[in-house]
């Protein structure tokens, strides 16, 4: 019968990844922390997002660039300077190449509040697609072969290492490649496009958790459970990107991560008895389902992924969690937005915050879609306000790295959409 062990994994090579240097104390950082913003927020330039000339210029086509206050700004691109090295980004395997431009990829939304990134290393870009796809292919047999052309024009490699500069080797960033590509087979293949549905939705997923949270029952019981592990290819993609992550994460991380899945699974299946009943939600309904269907399980592995370990109890601070949960939203309406028009193609209904807003406020389709395009912005400013307020009220090294790995997962989230011309294209609303 099947044997649920981890399966092996390909060492880095030798001295790839050498012991991570001991951050500097607060007392040698080469920067003070900023004055914690009042009442939670950081006040926007009068010429920003939201109002002034640079909303007219949005309002006629034109992106929003990000432009953080000070104390979102230093957080977002980490401490500079003698000794700081160990607060940015871990040793990587190989020298890191100059940052080039952002490239011209896509065109992003008009009007996004958003922070371009730079092109993602090529070479890691193009070693992490051939991996994810041998693993996809030969370990786990996750998809025919007639799906090929949608597998590779996903583009993994690239929307991986955009949102993971710092991780030390290919094999750290592998990690999330196989969590993303899993937690994709199980929203195409339960929930959507490759014969999901919501009929019988909670069985599947109940049982596809337990490929991350494992059963323990007894002595009797227990083959049946692990040869289900292999059934079919979301639960053997599970199980195997688990396996994996569970040989780098520690304790914590990893049950982390196994209650953020179980938050995404709530979302599929609030989304799931809507489909079933026919309803659509109010604007504040949608966004409560969105809060847990998102992609809080990626940036919540950021700490993981850069080879270091933000504590438990920092992680579980109220104020930590506020800014990760803004983060998940703020990233899962990017996915709304720039799916909008593939899904207004496909078979049937599907619900995204534009959809919601036109239906429950009576607005055009135009208006709906600029207005959820707000409530992104609003959140991402949240968002930004909230990390460094946290930054300040707890200057920690491992606490500043993980908001700066969030902040980078969001910022390379956006590009990957914008840029994957494969999957997305922007409605004529401009």
Not at 22 to 40: D, H, I, N, Q
Not at 159 to 174: G, K, N, Q, R, S
Not at 207 to 212: I, W
């Amino acid at each position: 019968m099947p044997d649920p062990r981890p399966a092996p994994v390909q060492p880095s090579p030798p001295g790839a990844v050498g012991a991570l240097p001991a951050p500097p104390s607060l007392s040698t950082l080469p920067f003070a922390p900023a004055p914690a913003p009042g009442a939670g927020t950081v006040p926007v330039p009068e010429d920003g997002p939201g109002d002034g000339p640079a909303a007219e210029s949005a309002g006629e086509g034109a992106a929003v660039v990000g432009r953080q206050s000070p104390a979102a700004e230093w957080i977002l691109r980490g401490p500079s300077g003698l000794g700081t090295a160990g607060l940015r980004l871990a040793r990587r395997e190989e020298p890191a190449a100059p940052e080039p431009e952002a490239p011209a990829a896509g065109n992003p939304i008009p009007g996004l509040y958003h922070h371009p990134v730079p092109e993602p290393d090529p070479a890691r870009v193009e070693e992490v697609s051939r991996r994810i796809k041998a693993w996809a292919l030969d370990e786990v047999e996750l998809y025919p072969e007639e799906w090929e052309e949608q597998f590779d024009g996903f583009s993994v490699g690239r929307y991986m290492v955009a949102c993971h500069p710092d991780a030390p080797t290919v094999e750290h960033l592998m990690l999330a490649a196989r969590l993303m590509v899993a937690e994709n087979a199980v929203d195409d293949c339960y929930c959507e496009d490759h014969g999901g549905s919501p009929i019988g939705l909670g069985g599947r997923l109940l049982l596809a958790h337990t490929a991350l949270d494992a059963l323990h029952t007894t002595q009797e019981y227990h083959p049946h459970w692990a040869q289900s592990l292999h059934a079919d290819a979301p639960r053997r993609a599970y199980r195997s990107a688990m396996e994996y992550l569970l040989q780098e994460a520690g304790p914590s991380q990893a049950d982390r991560f196994r209650h953020d899945m179980a938050r995404l699974h709530l979302g599929y299946l609030a989304e799931a008895a809507w489909a079933q009943t026919d309803h659509v939600p109010e604007v504040w309904e949608y966004l409560a389902m969105r809060q847990f269907n998102n992609f809080r399980p990626c940036p919540t592995i950021t700490d993981t992924v850069g080879g270091y370990e933000l504590p438990a109890d920092l992680h579980a601070r109220p104020d930590m969690q506020r800014v990760i949960a803004l983060a998940g939203n703020a990233t899962t309406l990017v996915n709304d937005l720039y799916s909008y028009t593939k899904e207004l193609a496909a078979p049937g209904r599907h619900l995204n915050l534009p959809v919601v807003i036109a239906e429950r406020e009576g607005v055009p389709e135009r208006e709906a879609y600029l207005k959820a395009v707000e409530v992104h912005n609003e959140l991402m400013r949240d968002f930004e306000a909230e990390a460094a307020a946290v930054a300040a009220a707890c200057p920690l090294p491992s606490v500043l790295r993980f908001l700066r790995g969030v902040a980078v997962w969001v910022d390379g989230n956006h590009y990957w959409h914008q840029s994957n011309t494969y999957r997305y294209s922007l409605p004529d609303f401009w």
